[in-house]
């Protein structure tokens, strides 16, 4: 990843604990701040206090955690913003993007306890990063590694990867970011466009709700990466992929 100098990273996990990241090696910045993210764009008052708790309050949530439930978090932010770009008519729809969906399929049997599923979710990065998408061309080469769903299904496999906080915390802002896209394609085909603040909020207090569900199976997901009992991955496929991937 190339970080604020231009500089690649060739491991995650000894930039870890920055607090740059690129998006996943497209060569553009996201900021641990964000200069694009919606709280920049809400105004001042109660919203934007709002926005800083929710935010705040997810993010401690996920240090909290253990690394397995963090990665079924990042994995269903991924989801949602991937099943929305599915959704798009086919002229939008961005090939890499839609390349990384066996990725993802791998990152959710890994989280939820398929150890088998490791090998592949570590060969698509390893895809990933020797492909033309992870450059350190900056805004010269390619940028599909930072649509937002591509971008956050990569971050949900290096958090089941890596095992570290960040990459769940910027599936989560990930998420956030993609919430002003959303509201400009609502409003592109004349659909009801709620504010920006609102629609900012509502997504940070799904990621809290998500948060409270996934708490809920802890105990099993404690011993998910080194693998769970078919019966029980099984079990938490329907209690928590299917409603972590529902859409709001």
Not at 122 to 144: C, F, V
Not at 221 to 238: D, E, K, N, W
């Amino acid at each position: 990843m190339a970080d604020a100098t231009g500089a690649v990273r060739t491991d995650p996990l000894l930039r870890c604990e920055s607090r740059l990241a690129t998006v996943s090696g497209a060569g553009a910045m996201i900021l641990w701040a964000g200069a694009c993210s919606p709280k920049y764009r809400l105004g001042g008052g109660s919203v934007l206090d709002t926005w800083q708790e929710l935010s705040a309050a997810v993010e401690d949530r996920l240090a909290a955690m253990s690394s397995s439930e963090r990665a079924v978090f990042a994995a269903g932010a991924a989801e949602r913003l991937m099943s929305r770009h599915e959704a798009l008519p086919e002229e939008d729809r961005a090939p890499f993007t839609m390349s990384l969906r066996p990725l993802l399929n791998s990152v959710w049997e890994g989280s939820l306890g398929d150890s088998t599923a490791f090998t592949a979710v570590k060969r698509g990065m390893a895809e990933y990063m020797l492909g033309e998408y992870y450059h350190n061309d900056g805004q010269d080469g390619p940028d599909d590694a930072d649509e937002n769903a591509a971008a956050t299904t990569l971050y949900a496999a290096q958090a089941y990867l890596f095992e570290c906080c960040d990459f769940s915390v910027w599936a989560s802002r990930r998420a956030v970011d993609a919430v002003d896209e959303h509201l400009e394609r609502l409003a592109e085909r004349e659909e009801e466009v709620p504010e920006l603040a609102e629609a900012t909020v509502a997504e940070l207090r799904r990621q809290l709700r998500d948060l409270d569900l996934i708490a809920h199976h802890s105990e099993d997901l404690h011993f998910a990466v080194p693998g769970l009992p078919i019966g029980t991955s099984i079990r938490l496929r329907a209690e928590l992929r299917t409603p972590l991937s529902a859409r709001d």
